[in-house]
């Protein structure tokens, strides 16, 4: 499985971003998907999850201003009020299993990373 994700860019603190992944087989639209980033420096961490049917799990540093959706094969992560502290590369990941998880050993294909920058 492949994934392709898009959508990064350069935005004023306060905007918006609306990342896109697309899987290249609709083995996992019966998976959950999952979005995470890398800032510099740093370790890869969980942002948000959704299951197969819909269900939705954020890390708390994004609940309220970002928001996971699917369509199928393909998963959404609409980012409002970004903070410069979102700056990263975002990826996107196909779960092992049909949940919603923040594991991140519990993912089994990864895209290839969009990057995110949001200034002061």
């Known amino acids: 499985v492949q994934l392709q994700a898009s959508g990064g860019g350069l935005v004023q603190a306060g905007g918006s971003l609306r990342l896109s992944c697309a899987a290249s087989?609709?083995?996992?639209?019966?998976?959950?998907m999952g979005w995470f980033r890398q800032a510099p420096g740093k370790e890869r961490e969980f942002v948000a999850s959704i299951s197969w049917r819909s269900s939705t799990y954020y890390a708390d540093s994004v609940k309220g201003r970002f928001t996971i959706s699917r369509d199928n094969a393909k998963v959404y992560l609409q980012m409002n009020e970004l903070k410069p502290e979102d700056t990263a590369v975002y990826y996107c990941a196909v779960a092992r299993g049909p949940s919603a998880t923040s594991r991140l050993d519990q993912y089994q294909y990864w895209g290839q990373g969009t990057l995110v920058t949001v200034s002061s």
């Open positions: 087989r609709r083995t996992s639209s019966n998976n959950g």
